[in-house]
């Protein structure tokens, strides 16, 4: 029999461990001959320093779900294989292209294919139609564009609350895409090699959302936190917040009013990038090893399942197979903010990835920090950072 | 000298060496060793797929002295260490005396200062986020309820830092104070009688006696709070980590990230190098003073 | 006779104001120290989503214990903590009595030396060793078990730094009278320091147990399976770096992770102060 | 009792622990510069006593005053006093100079006047060359005399002294001794001191309150204490070997005073004052006892007898005295040297003549070196 | 000295520490049976030698042979001795009864023996009822007999003592003086016992060994060290008051022996053989001195004189006596009370009269209560 390892992160709140643990249980009965240990490895952060701790330990691992952003590093690092090196059939190939392409975009490196999407996210903004009705506005039409964005927001900031929050610490890079690409410009160029930080679309993205706090004062000012900004929103703080779709489930549960999920507004253009987790296939394991993986992911990522697994955690269902579903259209007709995510995925982008990206991303992250806390000048922030990633990308190009 | 008196002595002192070995052994396997592999893995590069890993002596050093964030960083752990350090003494020190005198619901008070050493940082910073959120917060309902403007506690350059020192206090303090409070009841009542006899109030007693009596326990908390204020790292992954712009991050997050984040473990194991280094200076300099402080024992 | 007495009665002075202050300092001081504490039992008690408001008109529920209950298989979680914790802390104590034994009672040459090797180990930490620390427990074959989380900190130099201490304190007349009644050096040490230092024992062990019931990163590292994972583990589920945590639901499976430390410290809070104030650790 | 107002008054004070112990209804006169000992045994409340005078224990009826002000509620440092404690109290971390000027820093007073005084107090306590020692480098007695140094430094006229001399060995606190009392003396100060050991009181005192349960036993100079014991307690705690008490019914009818009834009585006789005779047929009368043992100390020997009915007595003999142990001997005494307490522990009046047989001497001869055989 | 092979037999012992203190070159034989005091002055080695008896030291040089074997290199345990130490060595966490019962477990007696050994080691030191306290909860008194306790109860057949009193207070170290002394008796067992009280040597020894700097001074039964000191130190150290020791060249020329050099010969007088007169002119020769204070004690008074060209003297009168400082006297005693040192300390041959006169003697009577006017 064929055993393998994998580990996986749970990176929003809950006992999803059971899900797994379910699909795993269902995989090995399906596929008595193979036997899976999967392994809880905490948050996307323990999951990478315990992938890495086993792999140059020599210790025996063959996949693990780590962020889809890692991918130039753990390239670099030697430490995982391509999936084109493992997919043989035409079926497979198929399987391959059954992704929606934009969950498939971060996983593309070199002309292959490095990653599977299985949790995925997208950025999408959530608001409280209570607080729409009372300050007069339409709870059904949420704001489509930056302008109306400005308007609602300055109709709903009164009383000590506020418009709208875009969260900036945690992962300001992310929201900072959702800007820029609305802003009609990508950060980073599709190999992962170049930054487009100091390119002046990108700067006024950057003045834009400084703007929200200091010039139109709908949204409070310095970094807000990622962590507390759910809360803040289910009690009434702000009337609008952007936030990854993995809170959909917690909102829902939590939120005690009527509250709405749009996609994000458009200026030049609409877009959101994605996010989470992918499966990757480590190197060192047989060739048997290697295609029971793949069955696993196959089965991991198979509509059922993407649907349940959406379904749990408020995840994006990773192919258009998965919505339809009977289970994902039911929980869709009664719970229709459910597809807001897969909607927009049609205009997503990849997620903010180059290669050494923990740095060049953190770069970006101080600059973005820098420019909201008014430390620095939108501009002055962005070219520091992209001074230092063209320093840090050299070596790639 | 006698020959079986020198075969006795040999023997006890191969006792010695076999009641410590296993200690040692432990040690040497999950701390010199560890340690000294670090330092050799120190003076090679970064290996990748595209660039194998290659000696390269102490540049890996020169590049961190390089780095503008290294200077933000240790700039940041000075900072980090000069408040928290003598706070956090200072509270424990209070603590210990109020904990130590005749107040009614001693044992409620002893307890409330000793809680927050049990409780996993992870999930106490976890409590603190949320009495930091704007506005929500616990603290801005308190302050608000006094009229002060809702603050941004962790989201400013310029109060991130404080508040994660302020949760390190709060957790360090009560696990000080209870050495200074076992260091209390070894001083003598008849001094605080002496003094007061000749004439000292409550608080030169405190400065003039207490005080220098308790040095040594100071010391040896303060080596621990040292030791602390360069290890007590868990709560940053949770309030700030390391934001706005680096405005909180602290060495071994920073080492963390090189390693872990950034896969650039030979600059995180430079790093540790240097740490090591100074905290051993400054754990000879401060073990020096023990020995002179204490002499009088 | 006794011109200077106004009356055979004195007038008491007034309850002292310096006490009266004390008390209420250290009071509110407690206070503001469990605030924390008693701020997460109010959230735990409160349905997701409220908990900030501390709008004390809410009802209280007990559903997030419920579900936090029903999440994570806390009984296995916590036999295995309390393995762990018991595990790890008889190595210490074994390890620790011989080497603190042979540092305080034994002429060996290097013994200086080597003492200030262990202390420095003080300042080693392990947080940055994981890696090699994982290499070698994996080396080892303890990889997923509870000795393998608790070797690497068996030997702990603090632990040796107090023990020493105590059996320095120790009058050397109790060694020699039990080696006249024919005590070996470790019936010695068994029937004479280690009762001795009872007190130190008492409270290291309270500083471990608090320590090692609290890690999380490294027990998270080296083991695989619910077989052998702590108590924080089943907590770490509940944080949630990607969507941000759930206060009432945090608040209830922490409360759940310490209870036991806590009631614990509550009944025994007495006898362990007790013990650190006759452990005399100076 | 002095036709001066005492430089202390105690009036009824009563500090009363909560298991019940303390002091009682206390009233002491202490007059100035006046050397007096509370004497007493263990837990009897002389410390309590001396406390309650420092202001470190606050009284809970009563009154203290000290030259004429009534301090009972004023605290320690305002009353004007110094106190030197069984342990010392001296601080560890400070030298000895420093340990001696710790009060007068305290008090702010000028640099001069500091180091005027301090050469002072280290030149009366031979302290001279220790100056920059800290406590734990001293001996014993040194240390006794820094803490001696200490309190007298400020120059209070009174100064309280808790055993000071316990804790140092035979020898050197009979030297000690000596130099308290000198140094109280040349001071003109007064000293209040607490000890168990009925010799040092004896040697030191002008004054010696003799203390029990909380309560006075009898107060007054040593040589009334030792020749007049006013209850059996007295009789039995001062005087070493201490004074024989025997029940009255052990005794022969001849010597029990007329009009008195045997069975109640308890006869008291100083060691020194017995009279050992194996020739049990020389005298009209004596009590036949049988020797259990005997001590030899250089200038005398203690002889241990057995006397049918009691627990037994002591005598004292000078010189080196051989006696087996089994020896069968006739005690007797002089008679002025019985004394006689009633049932209720009271001594029984009159017993004036043998004291008088003492009345101060100073023209004398003695030659004890030859005992009379 | 005894017909028999001593017990002990210590042969040219010496034990150097680094500092250059410890026992030089000591050879000591105590015979079976007999209770030897080793008596001196702090840091003379008394310890040091006990410690090397039982195997705490070990010898630099030198055997040591107990009961006739040789045990130099024998480990404390295979001695078959036991051991009271000064502060008792008790184990604060054991109750009296397995403090007691320690070694026997350690050695594996069985129960029953170990029981009875226990109730019979309770009977003899009175210790009964206290078997379940810790020693915390006893008096210091009762922690003595504990310790005493333990060192009997193993039947061993010597007990080595060091300074097992000094923590005691005066009184009861008087009464458990006699306990020790009588229980060694009782048992028949042989003791080395430590001090560096003379009184208790005195009062308790066979034999008493008295040492300085390591080495011994003079080792005999307690009346050969008092009335025939053989050094000026040994005459100095034992009696207190102590022997006042004069320089010859301060006496009158008729009382210096013939054929000496009175200004190398050091003049030793005891207290109790000074005599003291006010009247100058009644003796053919006399010291002037000058009374410079004096002490009461109860049964006796001492008075200090200032002697010129001396450090003064003692002297010891039986009852009180009042003298007032500054009186002038004249000092004189019997002849044969007179000692005698030379130059080098030791004591110069004959005084053999004075000796004669304290024979021992069981028919006598004395009567010392009133002093001789
Ligand atoms: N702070 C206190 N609390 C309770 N009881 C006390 C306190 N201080 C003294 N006592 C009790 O009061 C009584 C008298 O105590 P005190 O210390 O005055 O005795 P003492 O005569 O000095 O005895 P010693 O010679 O042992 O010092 C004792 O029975 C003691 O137990
Ligand atoms: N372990 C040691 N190391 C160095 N010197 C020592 C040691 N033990 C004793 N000495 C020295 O040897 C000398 C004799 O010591 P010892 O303890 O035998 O004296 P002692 O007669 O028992 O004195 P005391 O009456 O103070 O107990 C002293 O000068 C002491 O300082
Ligand atoms: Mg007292
Ligand atoms: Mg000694």
Redesign the pocket.
Known sequence: ATELTMYYPIAVGGPLTDVIDGMIEGFESENPDVKVNAIYAGNYDDTRLRAVSALKSGDPAQLSVMFSIDVYDLIEQDLIVPFDDVVKTAEDKEWLNSFYPALMANGEVDGKTWGIPFQRSTIVMYYNKDMFREAGLDPEHAPATWEELVSAGKALSKDGKWGLMVPSTGYPYWMFQCFAIQNGKELMSKDGTETYFDDPAVIEALEFWRGLATKEQIMPEGTIEWGTLRQAFVQGQTAMMWHSTGNLSAVKREAKFDFGVAMLPKHKQPGSPTGGGNFYLFKNSTDAQKEASLALIKYMTAPERAAEWSIATGYVGVTPDAYETDALKSYAAEFPQAVVARDQLEVAIPEFSTYDTARVREGLNNAIQAALTGEKSPKEALEGAQAEANRLLRAFH | MNDMARLQKQRLALYGWMLAAPALALMSLFAFYPAIATFWHSLFTRGTTRRPSVFAGFENYQDLFADPTFATVVWNNLIYAGVTIPVSIIFALIMALWANAHIPARSFVRSAYFTPTILPMIAAANLWLFFYTPDLGVIDQITGFFGASPTNWLGQPDTALASVIVVTIWKEAGFFMIFYLAALQTIPPDLREAARIEGAGRWTYTRRVLLPLLMPTTIFVFVNAMINSVKLIDHLFILTKGGPNNASKLILYWIWEMAFAYFDSPHAAAMTILVLLALGLVAVAQFRLVEKRTHYR | MNTAFASHHAKRALPDFDKVLDALGAWVLAIVWISPLLFATWAALQPSGTALGLDFSNPLTFENFTYVWNAVPWIGYFTNTVILVTLILAGQLVLCTLAGFAFARFEFRGRDTIFILVLLQLFILPEVLIVENYAIVSKLGLFDTALGIGLPYMASAFGIFLLRQAFKSVPVELEEAARIEGCSWMGVLWKVYVPAAKPVYLAYALVSIATHWNNFLWPLIVTNSPDTRPLTVGLSLFGAPETGVDISVISAATIMTIAPLLIAFLIFQRQFIQAFLRAGIR | MTAQTPFIQIRSVSRV???G??VHDLSIDIPRGSFVVLL?P???????TLRLIAGLETADHGTIAIDGKDVTNVPPSKRGLSMVFQSYALFPHLSVAENIIFGLKVRKTGKDEIKSRLTEALNVTGLEGYEDRKPAELSGGQRQRVALARAIVAGHPLCLMDEPLSNLDAKLRHSVRKDIRDLQQRLGITVVY?T?DQTEAMSMADIVILMKDGRIEQAGNPADLYLQPATAFAAGFVGSPPMALLPASALPDAVIPPKTDAGRLTFGIRPEDLVLSTDTSTKAWGISATVTGSEFLGAETFVYVAIPGTSGATARLPGQVHIAPGTQVSLSWAGAAAHWFGEDGQRLAPTATREAAREPNTSFETDTAIPSL
């Open positions: 622990f909560n298991g112990n303390g007493g263990s837990g009897c409340g002389k410390s309590t607490v168990h």
